[in-house]
């Protein structure tokens, strides 16, 4: 049976599964009586913590890195490794800060969103719509790159069109997202986490075996290029990983990344707030971490194994010559889940900005949660045949890049007013809506038009959008203190 068969028929099989799967978990809500927006949002608030913690781990964990970085990597070498250190730091101590106070301030507030519980926190609507805005826009980005790895990887493995594998890819996102909500794409999550934790690990032992373990890999490194051996890059124009850019690296995973949307939506929606919940989820969440992000190492094996392949097609071509066909095939369906489970995440934030935070909180506000729920799905629907015809149209060259262009956008806009309402009473509405317009637009030019290191101006951004909040804020306290003392002064 030749490759192309085997692949189509663990494709079916995987799809088909995991459709069982989001189709029962949107019929069983626990027993709870809760309203439609609740239940599709934040599933009820009634996910088992385990099941959430793989949500939140897999979502993180995409397409591009089980392609785009891992090509990344092979051409950079062992600088690039900086991302592994300081992602899963980045994925869990703010979390340690961010989960506890988080879900009970938005149950309090009632707040199902992320830019509703900001925009109720900072009692500003104008916030709520920047945040919510933005999310609509730059997740557009992510989403592109997600629908063009996954259109590679059935090509690849099955032979079927880029272009009918859009389709395909398209009509399964929609599906997952509008059947059940969080607690559909929560389930899906965890049954497609575990293809994932297999390939993961088995490719990359292969590979190592295959180079002759580290010894090895950095023998064969060395003869392609010794820069590749290197703690850091040099600081030159270009370099993606100098020191400026490490540093850069690790302000991005601990602030930029883990203020994405469809992360902390996570923290929404935990069952409660006991020491024993918030527990399970950062130990599960730590272990699964540190083994997903492992697979970056695979793009040094398989430059040594296979220096002529591709950068964003470099996995596809390791599992294709270094396993069997089966395997190869498995090796699909756990790259495909990657891309899934980030896509659907991403969709279902931005159907709930424009359903809830645009829709019913804005243009309708009598409407009932069951028409907030049909607009999202309509949202969702739009979406994804956006993305798919930008990829018809002119599919991004780089999936990383394309990916790291959204996250950044949407990570210097909210990153600042979300830490800043956990950790200080004193910030300001005022402050929180300069600092979410500033963020945004100062990496953007620090970016494209003065050209400097992305994790560096990832860095820069915060920190200007950080200034602005403390100014600001400062500025606007003062005043109302002064006219406050105003008040009792007697003339």
């Known amino acids: 049976m030749s490759l192309q068969t085997i692949s189509i028929i663990f494709f079916v099989g995987f799809l088909t599964f995991v459709a069982i799967v989001a189709f029962v978990s949107s019929r069983n809500n626990g027993g709870r009586s809760e309203s439609a927006d609740v239940e599709y949002y934040l599933g009820g608030r009634s996910t088992p913590t385990v099941v959430l913690a793989f949500s939140y781990v897999t979502s993180s964990i995409s397409a591009a890195c089980f392609m785009g970085d891992p090509g990344i990597m092979s051409t950079m070498g062992w600088p690039y ?14 979390a340690v800060f961010l989960m506890r106070k988080m879900r009970l301030q938005a149950e309090a507030l009632g707040s199902l969103t992320i830019p509703e519980y900001l925009g109720q926190r900072y009692n500003s609507d104008t916030l709520r719509l920047i945040i919510a805005g933005v999310i609509s826009v730059f997740y557009i980005f992510p989403l592109v790159a997600q629908f063009k790895g996954a259109a590679i990887l059935l090509e690849s493995f099955t032979g079927i069109s880029f272009n009918t594998g859009l389709v395909i890819i398209t009509c399964v996102l929609i599906f997952y ?30 590979s190592l075996k295959a180079v002759g373990g580290f010894d090895g890999l950095e023998a064969g490194l060395a003869a392609i290029d010794p ?4 703690v850091v890059q040099p600081s ?9 850019g490490v540093i850069g690296n690790f302000a991005f995973w601990g602030v930029t990344f883990i203020s994405q949307p469809y992360l902390c939506s996570r923290f929404l929606a935990i069952p409660n707030v006991n020491r024993k919940t918030i527990g399970t989820f950062l130990i599960t969440a730590l272990v699964l971490s540190v083994i997903y992000n492992s697979f970056y190492i695979a793009g040094l094996t398989g430059r040594v194994l296979f220096p002529d392949a ?3 097609y470099l996995t596809v071509t390791m599992a294709i010559n270094l396993l069997p066909k089966a395997g190869a095939a498995f090796m699909m369906v756990g790259i495909f889940a990657a891309m899934m489970s980030t896509a659907t995440s991403v969709l279902l934030v931005i159907g709930q ?44 060259e780089f999936l990383s890049v394309v990916l790291y262009l959204g996250l950044s ?55 200007i959008s950080g200034a602005s909040m403390i100014i600001i804020s400062a500025y606007v306290n003062k005043k109302a203190l002064e006219i406050e003392k105003g008040k009792f002064d007697i003339a």
């Open 310 to 312: 591709a950068a964003d």
């Open 353 to 396: 900005a424009i359903g809830r935070d645009f829709y019913s909180k804005t243009i309708n506000k009598n409407a009932s949660p069951e028409l907030e729920v049909k607009v999202t799905r309509i949202a969702v629907v739009a979406v994804s045949l956006i993305c798919m015809i930008f990829n018809y149209i002119n599919p991004p």
């Open 227 to 230: 820069s590749m051996l290197n």
């Open 177 to 206: 997202v509008i059947v059940g909500g969080l607690r559909s794409v929560a389930w899906t999550d965890f049954v497609q986490g575990l293809p994932m934790l297999v390939i993961t690990i088995v490719l990359l032992i292969v």
């Open 409 to 463: 956008g949407i990570g210097s806009c909210i990153g600042v007013p979300l830490f800043s309402a956990i950790v200080s009473k004193k910030s300001t509405k005022e402050g929180a809506i300069v600092s979410s317009i500033l963020g945004p637009i100062a990496y953007m030019i620090i970016t494209y038009v003065i050209g400097l290191n992305f994790w560096f101006s990832c860095l820069l951004a915060i920190a």
């Open 81 to 94: 490794y900086w991302v592994v250190i300081a992602i899963v730091p980045g994925l869990i101590i703010p």
């Open 236 to 244: 030159v124009k270009g370099a993606e990983m100098p020191l400026t």
